[in-house]
């Protein structure tokens, strides 16, 4: 283990990191190390990283003055500092490298980015998810949903990707909670939604939401099943809820106990030792 001088020399930039950024966890994490108490540190490897990608995001997120480059939307710009950002999308690396001469620049000279049909919400949710590596989309609508995605995809971020695959899914859902054929989006639509955009997850997650509620996903969708390839439509019919022989089985089941239940009837009125004989010389 490292002398005390050494140690307190090594471990100072830390505790101004720790001041700055009030992250009093990292505190308890430092004094564990000190202490050859570091397998209490576990509970830390998720927390402290979450707790310094918030207070980055208010810190270097929005604020004019903290900030050296800019994205821009319809109406507005949301100023950020790049050092994070560049780090963790090759998109703004490439367009905020030094190399590169192009990229169009505000009133003040700072960069201003723009992505194609980004609105505010998408941009921050994007940025905030650079800085922080998780997305709060608890109040996001599908349309804002489906945007985020579109834009996640475009700056090849998977994990955002993922993120809000799984948000649109819970909607969907909520949707559909009283009625698939009262609810407010096609599952055909949102499956072709998610095969334009890529969106793996979220095409496997609506093939089986369509195999498993087959013929009530089929009466609502009308002209637009036509949608689905060959691919979809294999996957569906093979894993299709009901099978596709289920009604033939239960008419054959019906016809097979009404037959028993005549055969019972008789041997009721005649007696279960003349009906059994009389059935041991006329099986059929």
């Known amino acids: 283990m490292a002398s005390p001088s050494t140690w307190d020399s090594g471990i100072r930039p830390v505790r101004k990191t720790m001041i700055v950024f009030d992250l009093y966890h990292l ?15 576990e509970s830390f490897k998720t ?25 821009s939307y319809n109406s507005g710009k949301i100023y950020f500092n790049k050092l994070l950002v560049v780090q963790r999308c090759d998109y703004f690396r ?5 190399r590169w001469n192009n990229v169009e620049r505000d009133e003040d000279g700072m960069p201003l980015l723009s992505i194609s049909g980004a609105e505010h919400t998408t941009l921050r949710c994007i940025l905030r998810f650079l800085f922080t590596d ?3 989309a608890s109040s996001f609508s599908m349309s804002t949903c489906k945007k985020v995605l579109v834009s996640s995809q475009f700056l090849g971020l998977p994990r955002l990707v993922s993120l809000v695959e799984i948000k649109i899914a819970k909607l969907f859902d909520v949707s559909i909670a009283h009625s698939i ?3 407010t989006h096609s599952a055909i639509d949102m499956l072709d939604f998610a095969c334009t ?21 089929k009466k609502k969708a009308g002209e637009s099943w036509n949608l689905l390839t060959d691919a979809h439509l294999e996957t569906v ?29 008789k041997k009721k009125k005649i007696g279960f030792m003349p009906f059994l004989k009389k059935m041991l010389q006329h099986p059929s």
């Open 134 to 136: 998780h997305c709060d």
């Open 197 to 217: 955009h890529q969106a793996t997850q979220l095409e496997n997650f609506f093939l089986h939401f369509i195999a498993t509620n087959y013929d009530c996903v």
């Open 47 to 71: 927390l402290i990283p979450d707790q310094v990608g918030r207070s980055l995001a208010k810190v270097a997120l929005g604020d004019k003055t903290l900030a050296d480059a800019a994205v």
């Open 94 to 98: 490439t367009l905020l490298s030094s």
């Open 237 to 265: 019919n093979a894993n299709r809820w009901p099978p596709a022989d289920y009604w033939d089985k239960v008419r054959d089941y019906e016809l097979r106990l009404l037959v028993w239940e005549k055969r019972n009837d």
């Open 181 to 183: 054929q009262g609810g």
């Open 27 to 41: 505190h308890t994490c430092v004094q564990n190390i000190k202490e050859d108490l570091s397998v209490f540190n």
